[in-house]
């Protein structure tokens, strides 16, 4: 628990689980279910270079303002999946392509 | 008081072979366990007060079979919901059935993990204790949510979807007025807000009457955000008038309909562990705690002096109200009073901060949510969301303002950096 | 400024409701209810005005009858207009005295069966003036609850409809008792029904020597009578 | 002690991560991400971030979650309480991000970094955030509440019926 590594690993695998979800899911909640593991992934990083290397508490306020950024994205992409699903009856990502056609 | 506890069990000579870390795992267990069982308890004996309660609100007497006047009645109860046969709907999911009630459980049960009890008798002195308390006490939604949705029943899954409705609204009104207190006191640490609160001032500042320099008695702002809290954390803990989740007239039980014996009576506990937990944060942040409400032996004196006045006062309005005489009340407070001038150890043990004055300013308060329960009718949903975001929110957020311009003129703080 | 007259009304209107649930809680234990069980209320002593005598005078609240005065008489059951009461008797032994009622009256029946169904009875005290013994009155108990399970006597329609407990029984002559003497009519009667049939076989012997059409047969008085007894 | 805790909780914390990114049951999904928020609010603790702990489990898990949860039941027709979910391209997917996984765990090890030798024990962090959100970064912490605002706005003005 005292080496920087494991923290760092475990964010690369919560980075390399939320970019499957979100690269092989079709349902838009659960792409945004596998951004808030990156930008989890993205908290922990900062909060562990915080406390090991520049022991500082400027990681924490970068940490904040990305959970910030997380919670306003989350009802901005909810309102849209809400629209979507007025529009096309369900929320697959793959079959929201009405402006190509 | 882990640590402490832990290095206590270490001196005795048939412990003593503990490590350090053994004895203070069998320390947490200690106090968890201790904490359960105080939940527990805490609910078997708020059933029974409750229904007292609400029995003698609406005329009538209540349980009176099972023991002396009743008390029992808690125990039988809780004993058939054990023996109760455990039913799982066909339908339902079969995982998340059996984890919701646990997870509801769980947020309430280690809330109270920061909430200090006494000088020094706090189980995590965290410093940021308050953000903990009222963090945690968001994650039952997600508990009252998951079993909505397994009982696979939609008066489950209505009342769920309230539920979470009303505690995400609710939880910003509550910690705008948390934040009123916070703004005073400059610190999240619970022992450290009680703390702050010692010793008898003047009311709200100016006004030349002693009284306790607790919170709510501050500031009128701060008396407005302790009322804002206490209707709010009522909405967050689901108790009526804001029981929209299980209004039994509307959704069968909202999110308990599917539920029976064993994991119904889990949400019964963690209903009124959340209560216990809101009356001692209104207690810790508003009203001083563990403080003693006189500073010291001739406060005591004084404050017992100064009761015993008002106690006749009501006596007298009540004789001249309702043409008849009650003598119980002013004469314990005499016969204390008289007590605490003859016996100088009885007034110094008033002054004295602990354990009792907690659980007294605790009990005040749920006795008020249990009187708010059985006045009010329930409100629709969109009257508790007009309440939310149209009522609470701006008052709270004025009030917010209000407390810095309070500050800022008697002194507290200074616009000159 | 309807937003604050709003509020202001609420925040009223709430303490106008706690103080009324407090002015109760504090005063509950005056208005409470009767706890029925273990307080009850008293019986009215009021003069209803029915009748001359003292002892019709009562709030019609349950049928009682004196059973140690019951002679068996059935006029009751026959004045009862809804058929509420039902009555069983025996005649006794020859010489078998079971006692004198209250006015000096010597008992002839045994009375193996006196049910009152109060569900049924609508109070209307007209059984109570044939009885020559006075011993079917109304009293001013209104308690029909009974934990006694009485054995009582009633066929299993009666019994279905005693569901509520309310079909009062009022023969204290025990079943065995009843079964006994049962047994002992059903004896005398299987003796004479024995006799008969030996004398109907007695006569159907001489009647083959000289053979008669078979419709004649059933006329006989011999088989008319085995029918009755059946 | 503290150790053994750790490891558990980084082990619950890649488990349900797993099974948010592979389970067919969207509500396993969901439900599998509270013991995934949670977990990294302990991670946090480990790292004497209690502030950051606590604004994890308020925001996530009683605000972010919650809103996914409505998302979910708002756009589907419970009937049943499985929620079946699709995936396409998971053959392509696993790939590229093994190929992400791998880099990033090479670059993680194979870095020196420069860890300061003293261990950093605050007692608190929030009075150092604190002094901080209202000096250094007062004009941040202002934006942040104005992409707010105009998130919530947005958010509102969007789910209505009528747009």
Redesign the interface.
């Known amino acids: 628990m005292n080496h920087l590594e494991s923290y760092l690993i475990l964010s690369a695998l919560l980075f390399s689980l939320g970019l499957y979800t979100v690269i092989t899911r079709k349902n838009g909640v659960a792409i945004l279910m596998g951004i808030e593991l990156i930008l989890n992934a993205a908290n922990i990083n900062f909060v562990a270079f915080s406390k090991f290397v520049t022991h500082q508490v400027e990681g924490h306020l970068m940490a904040i303002f990305i959970i910030m950024l997380a919670a306003a994205e989350a009802a901005v992409a909810l309102a849209i999946i809400l629209n979507l699903y007025n529009d096309q009856g369900n929320i697959n990502v793959d079959e929201a392509d009405a402006l190509k056609r | 008081m882990i640590d402490a506890f832990a290095s206590w069990m270490l001196q005795f000579g048939a412990l003593s072979w503990l490590g350090t870390t053994p004895a203070t795992i069998l320390a947490m267990s200690l106090v968890a366990v201790a904490i359960f069982i105080f939940v527990a308890l805490n609910a078997l004996v708020l059933v029974y007060v409750e229904r007292k309660v609400s029995a003698f609100m609406q005329v009538r007497l209540g349980p009176m079979r099972v023991g002396p006047m009743g008390t029992l009645q808690t125990v039988a109860d809780a004993l058939k919901l054990l023996l109760k046969e455990d039913i799982i709907p066909r339908f339902a999911d079969p995982i998340l059935f059996r984890v919701g009630p646990w997870i509801i459980l769980l947020a309430s049960f280690v809330a109270f993990a920061a909430v200090p009890f006494s000088p020094g008798w706090v189980p995590a002195d965290m410093s940021i204790g308050l953000f903990y308390v009222v963090s945690i006490s968001s994650v039952v939604v997600i508990g009252i949510v998951m079993s909505g949705w397994a009982s696979n029943n939609k008066w489950s899954l209505y009342g769920a979807m309230r539920s979470a409705a009303q505690i995400v609204s609710y939880e910003i009104p509550v910690g705008l007025s948390l934040l009123a207190a916070v703004a005073v006191v400059g610190t999240l640490n619970l022992q450290e807000i009680i703390a702050a609160q010692a010793g008898v001032g003047n009311l709200f500042h100016w006004i030349p009457i002693p009284f306790p320099n607790w919170y709510i008695f501050h500031s009128p702002f701060l008396f407005l955000a302790g009322c804002i809290y206490l209707i709010a954390a009522t909405a967050e803990v689901n108790r009526t008038p804001f029981d929209i989740p299980e209004s039994e007239s509307e959704l069968v039980a909202g999110f308990m309909t599917e539920y029976s014996g064993i994991r119904w009576a889990l949400f019964f506990l963690s209903e009124y562990a959340n209560a216990a937990v809101v009356a001692l944060l209104t207690a810790i942040v508003f009203l001083g705690g563990w403080q003693s409400p006189f500073a010291d032996l001739a406060g005591a004196r004084f404050g017992m002096i100064s009761l015993t006045v008002l106690a006749l006062i009501w006596t007298i309005f009540v004789k001249y109200k309702v043409k008849r005489l009650s003598i119980y009340p002013i004469g314990t407070i005499l016969a204390l009073t008289v007590i605490a001038w003859l016996f100088p150890a009885f007034a110094i043990w008033l002054a004295t901060p602990g354990l009792v004055w907690i659980a007294i300013k605790g009990g005040v308060v749920i006795f008020l949510l249990m009187w708010f329960r059985w006045t009010f009718p329930r409100l629709r949903v969109d009257q508790l969301m007009y309440l939310s975001w149209k009522v609470l929110l701006p008052i709270a957020l004025i009030n917010l303002a209000g407390v810095a311009v309070w500050m800022w003129l008697t002194g507290a703080i200074s616009l000159v950096g | 400024m309807g ?1 604050f007259k709003n ?1 202001g009304d609420s925040i009223t209107t ?1 303490i106008t ?2 103080k ?3 002015g ?5 234990k005056e ?3 009767l ?1 029925y069980p273990d307080e009850k209320w008293p019986n009215p002593e009021r003069n209803i005005g029915v009748g001359e005598l003292d002892t019709y005078n009562v709030i019609r609240s349950k049928l009682h009858v004196d059973i140690d005065d019951c002679i068996g008489c059935k006029k009751c059951e026959r004045a009862c207009p809804v058929n509420c009461i039902t009555i069983d008797t025996l005649k006794t032994d020859k010489g078998e005295d079971i006692g004198t009622t209250k006015l000096g009256t010597q008992k002839r029946l045994l009375v193996t069966r006196f049910t009152i169904d109060m569900t049924e009875c609508m109070y209307c005290d007209l059984c109570t003036f044939p009885c020559p013994e006075e011993c079917i009155y109304m009293t001013p108990d209104y308690r029909f609850e009974r934990g006694d399970n009485k054995e009582v006597q009633v066929t299993n329609v009666e019994r279905w409809r005693d569901r509520n407990n309310l079909i009062y029984e009022y023969s204290t002559v025990p079943k065995t008792e009843v079964d006994r003497r049962l047994q002992i009519i059903a004896d005398a009667e299987a003796v004479k029904a024995a006799a008969l049939e030996k004398a109907r076989v007695a006569a159907e012997a001489s009647a083959t020597a000289t053979p008669k059409p078979a419709e004649n047969r059933e006329i006989t008085p011999g088989s008319g009578e085995e029918q009755a007894h059946e | 002690m503290s150790e053994v805790i750790f490891w558990v909780i980084w082990v619950l914390v890649v488990i349900s991560a797993m099974i948010v990114a592979y389970s067919k049951n969207l509500i396993y999904s969901v439900f599998s991400l509270l013991a995934t928020f949670v977990g990294v609010a302990a991670i946090y603790i480990f790292l004497n971030a209690d502030f950051i702990a606590v604004t994890q489990i308020v925001i996530y898990v009683g605000g972010i979650l919650v809103l996914l949860i409505f998302g979910i039941m708002l756009t589907n027709r419970i009937a049943v309480a499985k929620i079946n979910q699709s995936s396409f391209q998971t053959s392509l997917g696993m790939v590229v991000v093994g190929a992400v996984f791998v880099i990033l765990v090479i670059t993680i090890l194979g870095q020196s970094w420069p860890v300061l030798a003293e261990s950093m024990d605050f007692d608190s962090t929030v009075g150092k955030i604190g002094t901080l959100l209202f000096g250094d970064y007062l004009i941040l912490f202002e934006v942040a509440s104005i992409l707010l605002l105009g998130a919530l706005i947005g958010a509102a003005t969007l789910a209505r019926k009528e747009l």
């Open positions: 937003y509020i709430l409701g706690m009324v649930t407090m109760y809680f504090v005063r509950a208005h409470v209810t706890q």
